[in-house]
């Protein structure tokens, strides 16, 4: 047996004990879900010729693929909203999520659809496991593309440098999750079980969030990137610092950025995507941002959370996008007063605090613009908001890569001792990083991540 498929066996083996460990009966869900990919990408290949029959072939692979996400996470949701009807009184189901399950959903989705465009299907089912259950990317993405990795599940190299490199990545994952991320949890926490809220509260509660998520989501991606790399696979980007960005536009290119290429490429473009009469476009972009926000969470303000950026693309592509091209500190401030707004409207429990919090930012409900207990935390959060605005942005990472660069441009001009002494440097300042952070998580609380919940 080639060495390539005994690695591929030992991935998939821990991969699908990890994800068992906490819910060991909804594994069955996955290897069921891979094994309809699976003999549908057959099927499809078998029948290359016959059009008619494998687009047949792909449809129902779709249908059952996205049935067992829309039983699991919408089912309540439907049932919800069905008992608003009078006479109508269905009981709900106790049904527990899978854990990553909007996930790797859309990764079989994604590879059902590449094999019916065309892509050679998978013969080895155990290959196709492990693409669909590596444990990196399983619970909260990055959403790999099969076409991306195909070629990596057949032949992969392991390096030094990829293995260094995967461990840096880890590592700062790792701390943006523990020493950032959670921390401005806290803060978000302390603002919903306080009785003394403000304005200025509100909108520290609102940027915490806005930090959090980010930190969040990015150090979970970082730290799948980084296994990934360990591991010798080379998976795709999720976020490239998005609160530069000048647009809503500009914004969507640079978070969850896995997520919006497989809804263009397998949504939108679909339908049609621009080229299309303009109703038609905005139809099209109206669909896709519908199912973005459902994508999300099963709950009304997910919806109306994805129509809110479908309606702000909608009116930069047609009117707005030419007037933010004429301001760069507006357009900046535009975009980050916006993304901050959907971000509350994000977080909320429901359509009636989402509305509530929102006012609040603009005075609302007669809270007063300053509390005591607003000051208080501001002064004890100001650290941390400083490192979350500044970690934000490439200023950090751009400055690490000029001082500790062995190879490329940025080593250019440096001394042999400057660049054994920086390699030393970089390896104490992420085995200090780890330790720091393993003894922070000893000495606190972890909390999961947000996308675990998707």
């Known amino acids: ?28 869900l996955m290897i069921v879900s891979v094994a309809c990919g ?42 919800d909203n069905l008992n608003l009807i009078p006479g109508v009184d269905i009981p709900f189901k106790e049904i527990a999520l899978p854990v990553g399950i909007s996930f790797y959903t859309f990764q079989i989705i994604s590879y059902t659809v590449d094999v019916y465009r065309g892509t050679p299907a998978q013969r080895n089912p155990l290959d ?5 259950a590596m444990f990196p990317q399983l619970i909260a993405g990055p959403i790999v593309r099969y076409v991306d990795v195909a070629a990596q599940l057949k032949e992969r190299k392991h390096t030094f440098e990829k293995t260094a490199y995967g461990i840096r990545r880890f590592a700062v994952g790792f701390a943006k999750k523990v020493l950032i991320a959670d921390s401005f ?23 915490a969030f806005m930090l959090q998520l980010y930190f969040d989501f990015s150090g979970y991606s970082d730290m799948a990137i980084g296994l990934g790399k360990i591991f010798a696979f080379d998976f795709i980007e ?8 000048r647009s809503i536009t ?28 303009a109703g038609r476009h905005i139809f099209n972009i109206l669909v896709v941002w519908m199912f973005t926000g459902f994508w999300h969470g099963a709950a009304w303000n997910f919806i109306i959370w994805g129509l809110y950026f479908a309606v702000l693309l909608t009116v930069e592509k047609f009117f707005l996008g030419k007037f933010l091209k004429k301001s760069k500190v507006l357009a900046h401030v535009y975009t980050l007063f916006f993304v901050l707004i959907s971000f509350v409207l994000f977080n909320a429990a429901d359509m009636k605090t989402a509305v509530s919090d929102i006012g609040s930012l603009f005075g609302a409900g007669g809270l007063p613009l300053v509390s005591k207990e607003a000051v208080y935390y501001l002064r004890n959060f100001a650290v941390l908001f400083v490192c979350g605005i500044v970690g934000a942005t490439p200023i950090v990472a751009t400055t690490a890569r ?11 001009g440096k001394s042999r001792t400057w660049i ?21 998580l000893v000495d606190g609380s972890f909390s999961s991540f947000l996308y675990f919940r998707f």
């Open 1 to 28: 047996m080639p060495k390539i498929y005994l690695k591929n066996i030992v991935l998939l083996a821990f991969s699908l004990v990890f994800y068992s460990w906490g819910e060991p009966k909804l594994v069955v």
């Open 38 to 79: 699976y003999v549908f990408g057959l099927l499809m290949e078998k029948y290359r010729e016959n059009i008619k029959l494998r687009r047949l072939f792909m449809i129902i692979s779709v249908i059952i693929s996205a049935s067992f996400l829309v039983y699991y996470k919408y089912t309540n949701f439907f049932i």
């Open 128 to 132: 196709l496991a492990c693409y669909i």
């Open 185 to 207: 949890g806290e803060l978000v926490a302390i603002f919903r079980a306080s009785d003394d809220k403000s304005v200025l509260f509100v909108w520290m509660y609102a940027i």
């Open 238 to 245: 999720n976020f490239n610092y998005p609160y530069i960005s």
């Open 250 to 277: 500009e914004f969507w290119r640079r978070w969850h950025m896995s997520l919006g290429t497989w809804f263009r490429d397998y949504v939108y473009i679909p339908l049609g995507g621009n080229r299309v009469s």
């Open 402 to 412: 000029k001082l500790f660069a062995t190879d490329g441009a940025n080593a250019e």
């Open 420 to 440: 054994a002494v920086s390699a030393v440097l970089e390896t104490l300042f992420v085995v200090a990083m780890l330790v720091l952070v393993t003894a922070w």
